[in-house]
C-alpha cells in the first residue's frame, strides 16, 4: 500500500532551495506544494525553473502556512531570516527542517526551540555534515570510548579564499560572517562526537582582514571573515577552534582529539562537514608501544549526505518521530558561537548561556 504523501514548502527560494527540492524528489511520496519567497516573481521563476507545477507560488511565508494541506517546510532563507518563518511555521503546526547555521542569534534559536516544544513539531537543523560516513566513523571511535577521557580538542578550518557575496556579507541579512556560516559546522560536529557538553567559558576573537581589500571591497563586506576562540568545557576538557573564509595559509591544521587512552586526527582542512574528510588516523599504545592506525574511509558516500537529511526529515514527519538533529541539541553550539561574538567584543573570557 502506497503511503499518504507529505506535502512540503520551502521559504526563501535562492541556492539552496534548489538542493532541498532535487533532495525531496528523490524521497518517493513527497509533493512540493508551495514555494515563497519575498522577492516577487522569485518563488514563480524557482517554479518554472524547476518544473514544479503542483507548487503554488508565495511572497509571505504566513500566507503558505494558512495552507492546511502543507505538512511541513524547508526555510532556505538567510540566516537573519531563519527565526521568523520557523517560528511561525512551528506555530502554524509544520514541522520544520530549518538551513544552517540554526539562527543569526542565540535568542533566535531559543525562540525557535520553544516554539517546537510548545507546538509539539519536529525542529531539525540542515547539518548534513552529520550524516557524512567518514565524519560518522570519526564520531563512532570517539563514542566507542577507545580515546580514554577527552581532555584537549581542536576544531575548525578554512579556505584560503572562499569569501561568498550576497546575503551572506550583510550584517542585517547574515548576522555574522565565517564563524556562523562555515564555523557552525565544525562546532556542532565535534560537540555531537562528545555527546553535546555545555560550554562554560569561551575566550574569542574575530577578524575581518580581507574584507577591505580588492576583490573584495566592491562586495560591501561588513562581517568577520576570521574567527578564533579557546572553549572550556564541563567536561573538563578545552577546544580550541578556529575558522577561516580567507587566510595567507593553505590550511588552519587537522581536528585533533586527544584522550588519556588515545588521540584521533581527523583531516579536513575545509573544516567538519564544509568539505568532507580526507584523512583518519587513530594513535594509541599497544602493550607499551605507540602504534598508529589509518582508518579506512568510506569509499562512497551513497546516498549523498543531503539526501539523507531530507531523507530522514520526511521519515521523522511519517513517523511522528524525533527531530533527526533536534534544535535543542544545536543550542549548545549556538551558545558558544554567542560567547565567541561578545568576547571578541568585550577583550575578555565571556561566560557561556547556560542552554
Ligand atoms: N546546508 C548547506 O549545504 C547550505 C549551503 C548553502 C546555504 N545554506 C544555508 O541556506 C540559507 C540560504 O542560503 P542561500 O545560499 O540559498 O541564500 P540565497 O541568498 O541564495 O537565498 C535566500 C533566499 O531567501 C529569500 N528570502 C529572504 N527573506 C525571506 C523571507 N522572509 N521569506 C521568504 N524568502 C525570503 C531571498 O530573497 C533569497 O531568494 C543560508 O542560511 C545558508 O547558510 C546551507
Redesign the pocket.
Known sequence: MSEKPVRIGI???????SAHLAAYRQVPGVQIRAV????AG?AEEFIRRHAVEEAEAFTD?RRLLAEDSIEAVSV????Q??H??TVDALLAGKHVMC???MAASLAQAMEMVEAAERAGRILTI?F?SRYDANVDLARRVVVSGQLGAIYYVETGGGRRRGIPG??FVKRDTAGGGALL?IGCYSLDTVLHMLGHPRALRVAGMTAAPFAGRPPYRERGIEVEDFAAAWVRLETGATLLFKIAWAMHADSLGTSLLLGDEGGLRIEAPGGLGDAGVRRLELFHDMGGMPVHTELPLARSDEPRP?LRKIGHFIAAVRSHGQAPIPGHQVLRSMAIIDAIYRSAQSGREEVVATV
Open positions: 521559504i526563501g527560494a535562492g541556492g539552496i532551495a515563497c519567497d519575498v522577492v522569485k511565508h532556505c532563507t538567510p540566516h531570516f531563519h521568523r518563518p538551513e544552517k547555521p540542515g548534513q550576497g546575503s556560516d543531503f
